[in-house]
């Protein structure tokens, strides 16, 4: 059941889609593209890992109310970066910020990377005179986007990230031995092996979650809902086994399956993408979900809104 600020997700309602006539896929890729601008950008502005996916979440929340053909995507982008930077406390210079993402744009665009077109050769140079009227235009662009993101995601700035349930979580099945390799190397001593386990999990979690970001899942499903797909996927990634459903207390496995569907397609695309592993992981989750249809009901009330995850302040570690 979805709660009040997570409605049933109908991708074919967004307004890209809806009203301006773009394909389900044309949607979904124009965010994935936009969504690594923002993630380089971040890179090269030094912005921690938590300030990169706030930015992350208030461009799906912005593009989840308004169209891409409305509004430029990077510009928005830009706006998102500036605003979740000051939200995160690492706020960065309005003037660097504009800098670095109109060279980015400006570098991607030559490389016809922007628009999937081929190499534009004619690019706008990727300096612009601070001091310039196009520059200052540009500006005023952007700060009245801030507010224009402001206004759209209700003034809710905080936001929880899957990362600190990700690590609570595998630290308590490390703990209550509730997960372990599925082929232990036998010269390793326990203890080393979970530390090793522990590392791993966490590793391999934090980069599903990571790439989560580049979908709109976060629009879709609670952080801590996430976080229990990113545990799962990186324990399979880890060769781990455990009684999933059980451990990581999934109620709602239809939930569960569309946010690892859709990590899986997501990552399979990668160039490098160990196929076989990835198809593993969708044989384990049909597994999960027949063991799930099969289990005898409890005739258990409905769910009731799921709390929020922990504040997350935890970077990227893979």
Known sequence: AKTAKYPTF??????????????IEEEATRRKKTCRFIEEACRILKLPRVATSTAL?????????????????????????????KTEESPRKVV???????????????AGRTSGQS????????????????????????LLL????????????????????IVDQIKLMIQRRQVEFIS???????????????????????????????????????SFEIA???????????????????VLE????????????????????KKGGDKAAYQAMRLELERLRRASSKAPSKKSPPRSPQPPAPDAKRPRTG
């Open 96 to 110: 660097n910020v504009i800098d670095e993402c109109h060279k980015l744009r400006s570098r991607a665009t030559a």
């Open 146 to 165: 801030e507010r224009v993101v402001l206004h759209t995601i209700g003034f809710e700035l905080s936001v929880d990230h899957p990362y600190k349930f």
């Open 57 to 85: 979440v208030f461009f799906h929340r912005f593009y989840a109310k308004h169209s891409f053909q409305k509004h430029d995507r990077f510009e928005v982008a830009v706006a998102c970066i500036l605003l979740a930077a």
């Open 228 to 246: 229990q797909a990113c545990v799962f996927l990186g324990g399979q990634f880890a060769k781990a086994s455990a009684d999933w459903t059980t």
């Open 119 to 142: 190499p534009n050769h004619s690019a706008p140079p990727d300096h612009m005179n601070p001091k310039s009227e196009e520059f200052n235009k540009l500006k005023e662009r952007i």
């Open 250 to 269: 999934i109620g709602d496995v239809e939930n569960f399956a569309s946010i690892c569907v859709q990590l899986i397609a997501l990552v399979a695309e």
């Open 10 to 23: 109908d991708i074919s309602q967004l307004p890209s889609v809806k009203e301006g006539g773009m394909t």
């Open 184 to 222: 232990p190397d036998p010269k390793l001593a326990p203890q080393k092996l979970r530390d090793m386990l522990m590392n791993r999990l966490v590793q391999d979690a934090m980069c599903f979650a990571n790439d989560s970001f580049q979908t709109s899942l976060c629009i879709q499903y609670p």
